[in-house]
């Protein structure tokens, strides 16, 4: 979600950017020759064409309201890419202690690489659940993803968290090799 929200500011800051282009060059282009149209745009077509538009219009109110439309989706794209930080208990009233997510899957992960048997493993952490995905070293997993789950618990459970997220473990096997 924070990609999309970047991506979308970017090509907005382009777009304000090249109208701020346009309208300096076509204000240094009306002192320099004022009989003359615009040097991009013809104002006067567009003056005349708007001349006869009112806010009763179709066209006003349609433009106006997917303006609105799009000026909101654009607000609740932003406010659901905010940063996703994990809360932990305040040592103090005036302080507030926060970790990244990836700090607290990074955490959970190197103790779930440390234990036997696992070749490989990727962790995903957010407030409210860890994700556990590892990969056995031995076809016989036997009670690995026990083991890896209760590793991963006890991790979280080590942090002063104020709500415990949840853990979900899967253990799959090597890939044959030909």
């Not at 970047?6 to 800051?13: E, S, Y």
Request: proline share 4%; charged share 25%; aromatic share 2%.
């Amino acid at each position: 979600m924070r990609l999309l929200v970047r991506l979308l500011a970017a090509l907005l800051g382009l777009a304000v950017a090249a109208l701020g282009v346009l309208i300096a060059a076509e204000a240094v282009w009306a002192w320099i020759r004022p009989q003359a149209d615009g040097l991009v745009v013809s104002w006067r077509a567009v003056r005349s064409g708007l001349g006869g538009v009112t806010w009763a219009d179709t066209a006003a109110l349609v433009t106006a309201i997917v303006v609105g439309v799009v000026g909101l989706l654009l607000l609740l794209l932003a406010t659901r890419a905010g940063r996703r930080d994990v809360r932990l208990h305040d040592p103090a009233p005036e302080v507030t202690v926060i970790t990244d997510p990836r700090s607290l899957a990074r955490l959970v992960g190197h103790q779930v690489r440390d234990q036997d048997g696992v070749a490989r493993a990727s962790v995903t952490a957010g407030a409210k659940r860890v994700r556990v995905k590892a990969t056995s070293r031995f076809r016989e997993m036997g009670d690995l993803r026990q083991r890896l789950t209760d590793t991963a618990r006890d991790a979280v459970g080590e942090l002063p968290l104020r709500h415990s997220p949840k853990v979900a473990v899967s253990v799959t096997p090597p890939k044959e090799r030909r």
